[in-house]
């Protein structure tokens, strides 16, 4: 098993570029989530999703858009990025186990917008 | 104000050395997570707890309920050990969601 992958790896933008980052995994989880990682601070939660065909906001869901078209893919979208946007980005997923979640993340993604 | 809070932010240790990293937490949870990151990123889950203590060769993770609190431990600690740990914390009430603290950046030298 892949586990949990992530597209692109690195990405460098302008402002105002669109792009799309795609979270795959083969787990037959449920649950998938979107982080960002931004220095001297927590990862925070943008979007996540209970299952296929929907999706919820996060902490910090402004800017972004999201899509679970596919069970097993988690689509996170810039529609028009801004320097704010520069952080590196998780994707994870996740069952229940004792009513509890652990999450498996995926490698990360590395944006810069310049 | 972070709701997960972690001590120390650094701490440097010598190989061999016993470790001790905190966290606390401010309301009810349904779980804890001890999480290692490596520098070049990854993410790994070590421990996800709700009570008591669990142990995986040389780290050991406990949790006090009543005092909101959280310690993981590393014994003879080895550079390879030198990561960044991570509490995340599920609420009762949302358990698909994890709160994280600021991380606890851990180097262990020769």
């Known amino acids: 098993n892949a586990g949990v992958t992530q597209t692109p790896k690195f990405r460098v933008l302008k402002t105002g570029q669109s792009m799309t980052l795609l979270c795959a995994q083969d787990?037959?989880?449920?649950?998938m989530y979107w982080y960002r990682q931004d220095p001297g601070m927590g990862l925070r939660l943008i979007h996540y999703?209970?299952?296929?065909?929907?999706?919820a906001k996060g902490e910090v869901p402004d800017g972004y858009n999201v899509s679970r078209l596919k069970k097993q893919n988690f689509l996170l979208g810039l529609e028009s990025a801004a320097p704010s946007q520069t952080s590196v980005y998780f994707c994870?997923?996740?069952?229940?186990?004792?009513?509890?979640?652990?999450?498996?993340f995926g490698p990360g993604t590395r944006l810069t917008v310049t | 104000k972070n709701e997960v809070e972690q001590s120390p932010q650094n701490l440097t240790a010598q190989e061999g050395e016993f470790i001790t990293i905190n966290c606390s937490y401010s309301?009810?949870?349904?779980?804890l997570h001890w999480l290692q990151q490596h520098p070049g990123g990854g993410i790994v889950s070590l421990f996800m707890?709700?009570?008591g203590k669990k142990k995986h060769g040389r780290l050991i993770a406990t949790i006090n309920i009543q005092e909101k609190h959280s310690s993981l431990h590393i014994t003879a600690s080895h550079p390879r050990d030198s990561a960044v740990y991570i509490c995340?914390?599920?609420?009762?009430?949302?358990?698909?969601?994890?709160?994280f603290g600021t991380g606890t950046r851990l180097q262990v030298t020769l």
């Open positions: 994870a997923s996740s069952y229940p186990r004792d009513y509890s979640y652990e999450q498996y």
């Open positions: 787990m037959n989880h449920e649950y």
């Open positions: 999703s209970v299952g296929e065909g929907t999706t």
């Open positions: 309301v009810g949870i349904s779980a």
């Open positions: 707890l709700s009570s």
């Open positions: 995340a914390v599920s609420y009762t009430g949302t358990a698909s969601k994890l709160t």
